[in-house]
């Protein structure tokens, strides 16, 4: 078993670079807000947050192929694999791109599916639509950065994470200025801002893939990217998270398409406070990709006995992180708000509904923790479940609710509650993956297999 000081340098190690790392992406989000919701007109805004409904769809059904790629690699270098782990990023890498090429070709079609299944005012629609046809175009590089991210994740190389985040989203906070403030392109501009992005992240990525190993080792192990068992094990893995990733967005799609039949007002106000759930979720899931790193290596290497310590360790600290978003914003909501937006209707509301932060991001930051930790045991089955379970039982009903009786508050308690059934759901399941205490186990080294 590993010492308790080597344990939690590697833990906070591997969780202050992911979190730096993450924190990028919302804050890019937040600029997009920020120089939109200064615009004059607020359907541009208001067009972006519908239209980022179908792109969620999009992309975070996709989000498979992080996932997955992340615990598989981990295992992989937890049995000092280097094969395998060069194996499982090549093999997600070509669905990635398939996948992206699919998207790309298929553009049109999601957009008049998407957008008919969507209520909004026609001028918010078409805002959307703008925003929508100038991100789609980034497809085939968004879904090839998952893994490449993932990949970096497994092998316990948060900096490389880290570097490619500031190459991404500083760009698209570059962008966003030239295009949306300085060109007046608006909801467009916000698009292409993104797209350009990725593009550029990816071709970051590839440099750093090419200072690490040789590009010949591809064409010798073209055999065994094709083997049956392996595939058939990645697909059944991938599945069972696309179902759960599906559940996922489903819930804060409907969501989202619920506040639009509340109103415009509403519809932006709770698109603001998203986006500072988004902050804290990726915040926090900076220590959920250090605790999947580590669960995936324990699992590889058979020393389970360390995962106790993981899941308090990460879960205190999810929890301290969460509720301390939570309560900052409802110390001073107009004064962070008014950084967002200065629409004053929108700002009022904001300081109506703040208080759901609280639940929400408590008991949203245990059960973002503990996707981390099932997904590096590849436990896409637990996953799955937890996630329909949650998005029937828990938010159902009450978002129905909210619908029937038309009150903001109802939808934002469906939300609380379908963090709550997550964190139930998932919590059951963590003593069946913990082994007794062995005292055989070898303590944690080195945390990457480099020999390419």
């Not at 078993?1 to 590697?10: D, E, K």
């Not at 990635?96 to 998407?114: D, K, M, N, R, T």
């Not at 190389?157 to 030239?178: A, M, W």
Request: glycine letters at 10%; aromatic letters at 10%.
């Amino acid at each position: 078993m590993s010492r308790p000081a080597s344990f939690l340098n590697q833990f906070f190690r591997l969780a202050i670079a992911n979190i730096l790392s993450n924190l990028m992406v919302p804050l890019a989000g937040l600029m997009d807000v920020a120089f939109l919701g200064h615009l004059e007109e607020l359907h541009h805004l208001a067009g972006v947050a519908l239209a980022t409904v179908l792109v969620n769809y999009i992309y975070w059904t996709f989000c498979f192929l992080r996932m997955g790629t992340t615990g598989t690699t981990a295992q992989a270098v937890g049995r000092n694999d280097p094969e395998a782990v060069l194996l499982i990023g090549l093999r997600h890498g070509a669905i990635a791109l398939g996948l992206g090429l699919l998207v790309v070709l298929l553009q049109h079609p999601l957009q008049i599916l998407g957008f008919s299944l969507l209520s909004a005012e026609p001028e918010v629609e078409a805002a959307g639509q703008s925003y929508y046809n100038a991100l789609i175009w980034g497809a085939p590089a968004t879904l090839l950065n998952y893994v490449l991210i993932g990949w970096f994740l497994g092998r316990g190389q948060s900096g490389k994470v880290l570097l490619l985040s500031l190459v991404g989203n500083g760009t698209k906070v570059l962008l966003d200025y030239l295009l949306v403030v300085l060109w007046n392109w608006q909801s467009v501009g916000a698009g292409v801002a993104t797209a350009s992005s990725q593009y550029l992240m990816l071709l970051t990525g590839l440099l750093l893939l090419s200072r690490e190993f040789h590009w010949q080792r591809i064409w010798q192990l073209r055999q065994k990217l094709c083997d049956r068992q392996a595939l058939k094990a990645c697909f059944m893995l991938n599945s069972e998270i696309l179902v759960r990733s599906f559940a996922m967005v489903s819930t804060f799609g409907l969501f989202t398409n619920l506040s639009s039949t509340l109103g415009t007002t509403t519809l932006t106000t709770n698109a603001v406070l998203l986006q500072v759930v988004t902050l804290a979720a990726y915040f926090i899931d900076g220590l959920a990709y250090a605790t999947e790193s580590l669960a995936g290596i324990f699992q590889g290497r058979g020393t389970t006995t360390n995962l106790a310590t993981l899941v308090k360790v990460a879960g205190a600290t999810s929890l301290s992180l969460g509720l301390g978003f939570a309560i900052g914003f409802n110390l001073a909501p107009s004064t962070l708000f008014q950084m967002l937006t200065s629409h004053g209707s929108i700002v009022e509301q904001l300081s109506q509904y703040v208080v759901w932060l609280l639940p929400v991001l408590g008991f949203g930051s245990i059960a973002y923790m503990l996707d981390g930790y099932f997904l590096g045991l590849t436990e896409g089955r637990i996953l799955r479940n937890a996630a329909i379970t949650a998005a029937i039982c828990g938010f159902s009903p009450l978002a129905i609710a909210a619908w029937y009786f038309q009150n903001n508050h109802l939808l934002w308690s469906a939300m609380a509650l379908f963090m709550l059934f997550r964190v139930v759901a998932l919590g059951l399941k963590v003593p069946q993956t913990i082994k007794p205490l062995d005292t055989k186990t070898p303590p944690l080294q080195g945390l990457e297999a480099t020999q390419y």
